[in-house]
Structures are given as structure tokens and as C-alpha cells.
């Protein structure tokens, strides 16, 4: 007779026979780098449509095949000057109000005015030419404090700030740095216009990930923080449909009056207002770890800042607006 | 935790389920890199929730239970391909509970189903492999 054990020691036994998961990992990234790219392309074929119809935008499209490190100040904290070249997706790239960074593979990129360390240090190290200006590589450009600096690869715009790139091997720093544009300050658009704000609060920085999730948060004039984790509001907006959503909205989140008419939910323990469009999922939150009173906005004030919100279509860019 | 250290630590742990669900090396493979890809997008998200790998599992099953492709002749001894020739939530439900030792509300949460219907699913299953029914609930005989 068969019994529960039998069924038991067949799981273990069969379990036991499963393939090993050797190269799985790099062939997941390398599809998650596909689909980003597939879905950009889709991104900016619809953009581009209204562009043709409209003859807007034209300096924007312009600029991200202008291939000279043209770098030109001021540049406010929802703007950027980088872009990688056709084919490269950053996995994450971010500004804010004195730098810019972005992610490609396990190489990081900063752009700042202020690098964090000695710039002579760097300079007299190996001199090396990317894309046909100056650019030095050092094993050791002593960076903060710390004993242990990594090596780097940096070189200086025209406008006075500095590129520095980070982590990964030195030919894996070369690689990227070489599909490094720079561009005049462009807006980063987010799938949105903001109608409410506390008064005295100003955009302080954006952050567009690889699943086209793009947060902006937003901090007091007068108490800039130099954390995107600890400004008060916090927007986060990516697109719908989303399998992983429709599952935790049942399993995590319970529903709450709906926002502009569209279904609201929240997360108990945390502060945040979820509001579910056909094509978006906006989180309107406050900073997610501890301060101060001064340093958050309440409930209400989130719900207020909800439902001021002018929301647009999530997967269709051409609908999209600047940031801050 | 990124997902790199995720992916490397639990990675074992989705084959194994998705070879007991799929009973094919290559279908789990599948499987699995498609799971990773899946999360590796959507890593911020799964990581908030607390359970990535609860979350992870959860796409191997769904990834299973919406497999498209023709499921191969189920080959090995008498258990192991009356396992096979189980509907795709019935043998879900199985593995479910008798290997990740999930609960009937977890196995109802990972199907988007009732406990009742977990409890049918096992039930029938149970019976189809010509195992006895142990006397109380499934739930009273977790591993």
C-alpha cells in the first residue's frame, strides 16, 4: 500500500534530480536587459508619433544623439545631462541636487561638481583617452577616509563637473564609460502633473529604475536633505497591468476611499497611498525611515497631495510631464 | 538584500519546486529563469514585501499552472508518473503541501483559491496515487 512517507521520499528523491541553476542568473539579466530596451523602444515609437505631429520635443530627441560632451550649468534636481548610447539601459539612473548617478551592470557613474576626493590624485594616474578626450584611471584615488578605495575611472566636462565611474573591472569601466552621452539638462517626465504641494516644498531628486518605476521626492526649501530616503513626499509611479501588484493588492494592502475616483489602497505600518489607474500605480508616501515630525507630512497631507494629482497614461510617454 | 544574494541563495530551492511541479529539467529551468527575470525587474517591489521568497514561489506556480507547452509523457517509477498524469492544480496543490509544507490557506493563496478547494485538490490527488486518506484534515498531517 502507498502511504504519505512513500509520497514523501518520492518529493525528496525527485527534488534531488533537479537541474543546477548554473548560468541562470546571467541569463535572467540579460532577458530583464531585453525587455527594458523592447519596452523603451515601444515607449519612445509612441512618443515620437506626436513629436511628428506636433514638432515638439524636438530638442529633446536631438539631444540624445548629440555625441559631444556639451555640459551646461545650472542644471535644477529634476533634470539630467547623462544618457548611454542606443542599446544600453541603465539599470538605474537618479539626480538630485549636486549629482547625477546612473547604473549600468555592476558599474556605477557619478556626475558631481564635488566627486568626494582628491581629483590631483586622480589626474596623476594612468592617462587614457574615451571617446577622444582626456580621462585617467587610478587604483587608488583616495576617497574619503577609508583605507580601502576602489578604483576608478574619471575625467572632467566642460562645465567643471566631474565624471566618475566605479565598481566592475577596469575593462568593464572602460566599456560603459565609452557609451557615456552628455547632454544639455534635460527634464525628467514623469506620468503626472502635480496640482498640491505643502507650501515651501521644492522637487529634490528622481529616480528611474529598470522596471520603469520613477520616484521624485520632494523636500522643505529650507531643510534640504541630502538623502532621496529622508525628503518628506515621495511619488513613486510605475506601470499597469502588474502580476506581482494584483497579487500583494489582495494579500497586503486593504482598500481605502478611492482618490480622484480611481481605487485607493494602503499598507498598514506603512505611510503610503496607493491609487491604482488602468495604466499606473502611484504611491504617494513620506520618508520611509524614522525623523522627526519636521521631517514627514501626515496622513492627510498625503491624501491631499493624491488627490491633486493630474495622472496620465503610465505606458504612453508622449502623455507624460516634466518632474517638480 | 539584493537580488543577486537572493537569487544566489534560493535558487536551489525554486528548482527543486519547479522540478516537482514540472517533473522535466528543462521545463524547470525555464521555469525558473523566467521567475528570476520576472523578479530581477520587479526586485524593489517583491523586496518590500518582507517574503521574496514566499513571492518568488508563488511566480514559479503561476509560471507552471500557466505553462503553455505540451507536458511531456510522465516517465519514472509507478508514484512519479501517477504524479504526472495529476491536473496541473491538483499536483500543485500536493507539492505544496507535502513539500514546502505550506498550509491550506497558503496553498489558497499561492492557487487564488479557497481552502476548500485546496482541501478537494489534495483529496482527490491523494486518492488518484492510491494513498490512503489519513484520518482528519490534510492540515492536521503536515510534514
Known amino acids: 500500500m502507498t502511504t504519505l512517507d512513500d509520497l514523501h521520499h518520492m518529493f525528496d528523491a525527485y527534488a534531488d534530480q533537479a537541474p543546477d541553476g548554473h548560468g541562470l542568473i546571467d541569463q535572467a539579466r540579460e532577458a530583464a536587459a531585453r525587455r527594458r530596451i523592447r519596452r523603451r523602444w515601444q515607449s519612445w515609437i509612441a512618443a515620437l508619433a506626436v513629436v511628428a505631429v506636433t514638432g515638439g520635443g524636438i530638442a529633446v530627441a536631438a539631444g540624445l544623439r548629440h555625441h559631444d560632451p556639451v555640459v551646461v550649468p545650472p542644471r535644477a534636481a529634476t533634470q539630467t545631462t547623462i544618457t548611454m548610447a542606443d542599446g544600453f539601459t541603465p539599470v538605474t539612473q537618479s539626480t538630485g541636487r549636486d549629482s547625477q548617478r546612473l547604473q549600468w551592470g555592476v558599474v556605477s557613474v557619478t556626475v558631481a561638481a564635488r566627486p568626494g576626493y582628491d581629483t590631483k590624485t586622480l589626474t596623476a594616474g594612468e592617462r587614457l583617452t574615451i571617446n577622444g578626450h582626456d580621462a585617467w584611471y587610478t587604483a587608488n584615488p583616495s576617497e574619503g577616509r577609508t583605507p580601502d578605495a576602489v578604483p576608478l575611472l574619471g575625467w572632467q566636462l566642460p562645465g567643471g563637473e566631474w565624471v566618475s565611474v566605479r565598481a566592475g573591472n577596469r575593462a568593464d569601466k572602460i566599456a560603459v564609460a565609452e557609451q557615456l552621452r552628455f547632454t544639455t539638462p534635460r527634464d525628467v517626465l514623469v506620468p503626472y502633473r502635480v496640482g498640491w504641494l505643502p507650501p515651501q516644498m521644492v522637487a529634490s531628486s528622481t529616480t528611474v529604475d529598470q522596471s520603469e518605476t520613477i520616484g521624485v521626492t520632494w523636500s522643505w526649501a529650507t531643510k534640504p536633505t541630502d538623502n532621496p530616503g529622508e525628503d518628506p513626499v515621495r511619488i513613486e509611479t510605475e506601470p499597469l497591468p502588474d502580476r506581482i501588484w494584483s497579487q500583494q493588492k489582495s494579500d497586503l494592502y486593504r482598500s481605502v476611499k478611492p482618490v480622484g475616483g480611481h481605487p485607493a489602497y494602503v499598507r498598514d505600518g506603512t505611510s503610503e497611498l496607493l491609487v491604482e489607474t488602468p495604466t499606473c500605480l502611484v504611491t504617494v508616501g513620506t520618508r520611509r525611515w524614522g525623523g522627526t515630525p519636521d521631517q514627514t507630512v501626515d496622513d492627510a497631507t498625503l491624501r491631499k497631495v493624491a488627490e491633486n494629482l493630474t495622472i496620465a497614461d503610465c505606458t504612453n510617454r508622449a502623455t507624460w510631464s516634466p518632474a517638480g | ?143
Open chain 2, 1 to 143: 538584500m539584493r537580488f543577486e544574494e537572493f537569487a544566489a541563495a534560493r535558487l536551489p530551492a525554486l528548482l527543486r519546486y519547479a522540478m516537482l511541479l514540472s517533473g522535466d529539467h528543462d521545463q524547470a529551468r525555464d521555469i525558473v529563469r523566467e521567475v528570476l527575470t520576472r523578479s530581477l525587474v520587479k526586485w524593489e517591489r517583491i523586496q518590500r514585501t518582507g517574503e521574496p521568497y514566499a513571492y518568488a514561489r508563488r511566480l514559479v506556480t503561476d509560471e507552471y499552472l500557466s505553462w503553455r507547452r505540451h507536458k511531456k509523457p510522465a516517465a519514472g517509477d509507478g508514484l512519479w508518473k501517477l504524479l504526472g498524469d495529476l491536473p496541473k492544480r491538483q499536483r500543485a496543490a500536493l507539492v505544496l503541501r507535502f513539500y514546502e509544507g505550506l498550509s491550506d490557506q497558503e496553498i489558497a493563496e499561492a492557487l487564488g483559491c479557497r481552502t476548500s478547494t485546496v482541501r478537494g485538490y489534495v483529496s482527490r490527488a491523494l486518492t488518484e496515487l492510491g494513498i490512503e486518506f489519513p484520518a482528519g484534515a490534510p492540515e492536521e498531517v503536515l510534514p
